[in-house]
C-alpha cells in the first residue's frame, strides 16, 4: 500500500509539472474508437541501475500532451519500467517505430489515462511514435 501512495504522488507531481509547462490550449479532437485500457494500477519502479544524470523516479516517466512527448528523450537502464501519461483529451499510444509496437507499446491512452513499457534489454537508441498523430515522435536511449 505504501508503494502505490507513493507511485501517486509521483504521478500527481508530474503531471502537474506537465500542465504547468504544456500550458495553453488542449490536444485536438480524437476520432474512431477503440477499448481503452485503463492501466493506472501499473508501476513505473525506480531503477538503482539508471545511469548517473538520468533523474529521480519522475524522469522514468513520459507524458503526452498536445501531441508532444515529454521529455521526447529519454535515456532508462535496459529493462527499466517507465510510465506513460495521458496529460490531454485525445487519445494517444507509444509505440517504438522500428518493429511496430514488438519491442515496447503502451497501448491506447485515452485522456488522463496511464499505463506503462518496459525498456529493451539492449543498448541502444529506440525511435518511438504515436500511430494517431503524425510527427508525434520521440527517443528512448538504453544504456
Request: charge should be negative.
Amino acid at each position: 500500500m505504501k508503494f502505490r501512495t507513493q507511485l501517486a504522488a509521483v504521478a500527481a507531481v508530474a503531471m502537474l509539472v506537465g500542465l504547468a509547462a504544456c500550458g495553453g490550449g488542449d490536444d485536438e479532437a480524437s476520432s474512431g474508437t477503440s477499448t481503452t485500457t485503463d492501466t493506472s494500477g501499473a508501476a513505473a519502479t525506480p531503477d538503482a541501475g539508471r545511469p548517473a544524470g538520468s533523474g529521480s523516479a519522475a524522469a522514468s516517466m513520459i507524458t503526452m500532451k498536445d501531441n508532444t512527448f515529454s521529455p521526447a528523450d529519454l535515456t532508462v537502464a535496459p529493462g527499466a519500467s517507465i510510465m506513460v501519461m495521458n496529460a490531454g483529451t485525445a487519445r494517444h499510444d507509444l509505440k517504438d517505430k522500428d518493429s511496430n509496437g514488438k519491442a515496447f507499446a503502451s497501448g491506447d491512452l485515452d485522456g488522463g489515462k496511464d499505463g506503462s513499457i518496459t525498456a529493451p534489454a539492449k543498448a541502444g537508441d529506440y525511435p518511438y511514435k504515436c500511430t494517431y498523430h503524425f510527427g508525434m515522435e520521440g527517443t528512448l536511449h538504453v544504456k
